[in-house]
């Protein structure tokens, strides 16, 4: 149930261009499979079905078996390791923290017993006629006739898991702790898994869409890359996704027609590769499909050499929204910094940020850095104080606030002490560490689920760059707008990010177009900031006009050299965000 009319587009999707079939239902998918082992013309056939964790594998269980009644039928996850087993092998990297674990380079077999594993090789070696192996490893069995990929987007994953409908994969923890069930997912299962399916790139022949449920689609592997190579030789959107949580706000249920049954919505993921999906459209097949395998498929042609010299297959920067107005102040939290995150947690980067403001009311503040005069031992025993319930605590006693207005732009360099106060509408502008943000005080509340929102003081208290004091911080980070160009209809500057951050941001004041030079060959995450509508234009008509509304985040890949924004809607001047890694 949407709120009211909005141009804002929930559901952007690419058209693919071409001739191709596309399956629908378990019954269709499987008589396609059937004819496609039978083209093999042997009496022994394999079929492997690999299946993302978060697949429904008891559902996929049912329908092979009502479906293929004369067939050798395994399932792969029978033989791999079960709950308490992973739970003890992988403690050091689960670790007992309801949020944090740790990064490791697992891989889907680490989570097989060598002899179990055997024994699954054994059992598909030794039938004589068709044999299905499936599940989270099924590819690991045997060198198959014909390989199925099945997929699930990382969103429609926590949902499941939130409804207790599953749990990590190969485990029985439904009712675990959402937050512990994706920090096993983010550190370990999706991270292994994600390794097995780009082993598979060159083996896959058909590949299916579980989101729906059991209303699987499939098509064959080379028109789904077709699909992605399609997308990427122009802009894109990512498939957004709204969440509510304690301190969220209304603008986004006003402003981007969302469900007004709903109390408030918190964040906005709408540029975030690893976690939003993407729609393929396969003439009136829609496919839902994980952002990331864009990137771990196409990382050249996405990411361009720069970017993926220094992170690898990942697209670094992140763009999503925070609501506080009408709702409550942010958590009270710090960056680590790249040497403790890479020590404690085995990450290569940490989260660089900045606040954008969309929008702000009257008296809405920015909590950034620490007052002058401040001693460590005095801000950490408040905060010690109000997480035991001795004291409350007056954070603006200690902490620098900043008035916020719209159009504002805040710099956050990891260390920063920071937090959105309320009344704020926030873009948020980051490097993808996701998750490691350190809470040092929320404020007394409990969270949706009325458990007390994780703070990690212990570390936090450790990362804290006492520096940004708040002459520096007035100075650096707030507001460091550099003219680039200044024309009638056209402004340029720089507006961030600091000297330490390898995001390099622009804004874009105009009234007709912008011409855009990708120089570096890098991908650009770019978001309408003001104005209804423009479109983006090939100026080699290397791609179709691709139109833009009010605050959509959208994708430049880096083979896109040269690009024009053109402003087509009823505002008399647009304003638009570039992001770029230098």
């Not at 729609?279 to 952002?291: H, K, M, N, Q, S």
């Amino acid at each position: 149930m949407r709120n009211n009319q909005t141009s804002y587009n929930h559901s952007p999707t690419t058209k693919v261009k071409g001739d191709f079939k596309t399956w629908t239902g378990f019954q269709a998918i499987f008589s396609e499979l059937s004819s496609a082992v039978a083209k093999h013309s042997k009496k022994k056939t394999v079929l492997a079905i690999e299946t993302y964790p978060g697949v429904r594998i008891k559902t996929l269980r049912r329908a092979l078996e009502d479906y293929f009644k004369k067939a050798t039928i395994l399932c792969a996850d029978d033989f791999a390791m079960h709950g308490q087993e992973i739970q003890d092998k992988f403690a050091m990297l689960i670790t007992e923290d309801r949020v944090f674990g740790r990064m490791a380079a697992l891989k889907i077999v680490d989570y097989y017993d060598k002899a179990k594993l055997a024994l699954l090789m054994e059992k598909v070696a030794a039938t004589d006629s068709l044999t299905i192996v499936y599940g989270t490893g099924a590819s690991l069995a045997a060198d198959a006739d014909v390989t199925v990929y099945v997929d699930v987007a990382r969103w429609e994953i926590q949902q499941r898991m939130r409804s207790e409908e599953i749990g990590n994969w190969n485990d029985t923890n439904l009712d675990e702790d959402i937050l512990r069930k994706y920090k096993r997912g983010f550190f370990l299962d999706w991270r292994a898994a994600d390794r097995l399916k780009v082993e598979l790139f060159d083996k896959i022949d058909y590949y299916v869409d579980e989101n729906s449920l059991d209303n699987p689609k499939m098509v064959c592997w080379s028109d789904y890359c077709l699909g992605l190579e399609q997308m990427l030789q122009g802009p894109f959107r990512f498939v957004p996704y709204f969440d509510p949580g304690v301190w969220g706000g209304q603008w986004m249920k006003k402003n981007l027609g969302l469900d007004s049954r709903v109390n408030n919505f918190a964040w906005a993921f709408d540029g975030v590769a690893e976690e939003n999906s993407l729609y393929l459209e396969f003439g009136d097949v829609r496919i839902e499909t994980p952002a990331i395998n864009a990137v771990l498929k196409y990382p050249m042609e996405l990411l361009g050499e720069l970017v993926f010299s220094r992170f690898g297959a990942e697209l670094p920067i992140r763009f999503d929204f925070l609501d506080t107005i009408e709702g409550q102040n942010l958590s009270l939290q710090v960056h680590p910094n790249k040497e403790y995150i890479k020590k404690q947690f085995g990450m290569d980067y940490t989260q660089e940020e900045s606040y954008y403001l969309l929008d702000a009311k009257k008296d809405a503040v920015v909590y950034l850095g620490v007052k002058d005069g401040v001693a460590a031992a005095d801000l950490i025993g408040a905060l010690e104080d109000a997480q035991t319930g001795t004291a409350d605590l007056d954070a603006t006693e200690y902490i620098n606030t900043f008035p916020a207005k719209k159009h504002d732009h805040f710099l956050i360099p990891s260390g920063t002490v920071h937090c959105s106060g309320a009344d704020s509408m926030i873009l948020e502008i980051s490097l993808c560490a996701y998750i490691f943000t350190f809470k040092l005080w929320d404020w007394g509340r409990l969270g949706l689920d009325n458990k007390p929102r994780p703070v990690h003081l212990e570390h936090g208290k450790k990362v804290i760059n006492w520096n940004r004091s708040e002459k520096w911080v007035a100075d650096n980070l707030v507001n460091k707008f550099v003219p680039l160009v200044e024309t009638a209809s056209h402004t340029k500057e720089r507006t961030g990010l600091y000297k330490t951050e390898q995001i390099y941001t622009e804004r874009d004041w105009f009234t007709d177009y912008v011409d855009y030079d990708n120089t570096e060959k890098t991908v650009n995450m770019l978001n309408l900031v003001e104005g209804d509508c423009v479109i983006v234009e090939s100026l080699e008509n290397a791609f179709d006009a691709f139109e833009i509304h009010y605050v959509e985040t959208f994708v430049i890949p880096a083979q896109v050299e040269r690009f024009r924004i053109r402003n087509v809607g009823e505002s008399e001047r647009v304003a638009v965000l570039r992001a770029r890694i230098m």
